[in-house]
Structures are given as structure tokens and as C-alpha cells.
Nanobody
Framework: VQLQASGGGLVQTGGSLRLSCAAS????????MGWFRQAPGKEREFVSA????????YYIDSVKGRFTISRDNANNTTSLQMNNLKPEDTAVYYC????????????????????WGQGTQVTVSS
């Protein structure tokens, strides 16, 4: 499975960006999709995940109400709509995929995701 992330950029505080991740080489409907981010000098952190059908989602507390994850199984893509962006959202964002749906957010953070895309930089200026 290959993942290609896109959509990053520079935005002012309060602005919006939409990240996309295109998957190829696997049966997309069978993949759980996730987004992670890594800020300078910090460890990579889980941000959000969406189940195979899209009916279940997870978010970390700091992005709840601002970020929305979605997927389009017909086009093998997943997206992360990011609104009301804050400087602390500045990071390299990565999409990831796995065959298993984690039972909790804690599990999503801890599990070893099978596939990773290259990162896309998101910079939020204050």
C-alpha cells in the first residue's frame, strides 16, 4: 500500500486547510486510515482515525471540534479538514493506514500502523 499526502501549506491563525491522502496498491475499503503529526523537537503524535466505512472516528482532544476526518472509498482517499488552526497545530502531518480498527484512542496512539505516507508541512502563523 502506498500513501501520498498533500494539501499542506502556510496559513494564519484561525485559517483552514484540507489535507488529502491518496492510497494505492491495496483494497482501500479494508484499510483504517489515520493522521499523525510531528512538530519540531517533539515526538510524532496521533491526531485522528477513521474506520473502514467511515462511521467511526477518533480525535485527540486538542483538535476536537476543529478537525474533521473523512474518506471517499470510491476514490481511495481520506481527508483531514482543519479549521480554526492554531500555531500549535504547526507540524509535519502524515497519513497512515492499517488493517485493524483500534478499540480506543489510546490504542490508536500505541499501535504500530502498517503503512505511512510522506509528510506534508502545515505551518500556522500567529
Amino acid at each position: 500500500v502506498q500513501l501520498q499526502a498533500s494539501g499542506g501549506g502556510l496559513v494564519q491563525t484561525g485559517g483552514s486547510l484540507r489535507l488529502s491522502c491518496a492510497a494505492s496498491g491495496g483494497i482501500f475499503d479494508n484499510l483504517v486510515m489515520g493522521w499523525f503529526r510531528q512538530a519540531p523537537g517533539k515526538e510524532r503524535e496521533f491526531v485522528s482515525a477513521i474506520s473502514w466505512s467511515g462511521k467511526s472516528t477518533y480525535y485527540i482532544d486538542s483538535v476536537k471540534g476543529r478537525f474533521t476526518i473523512s474518506r471517499d472509498n470510491a476514490n481511495n482517499t481520506t481527508s483531514l479538514q482543519m479549521n480554526n488552526l492554531k500555531p500549535e497545530d504547526t507540524a509535519v502531518y502524515y497519513c497512515a493506514a492499517d488493517w485493524s480498527w483500534p478499540a480506543t484512542v489510546v490504542a490508536a496512539r500505541a499501535m504500530r500502523w502498517d503503512y505511512w505516507g510522506q509528510g506534508t508541512q502545515v505551518t500556522v502563523s500567529s
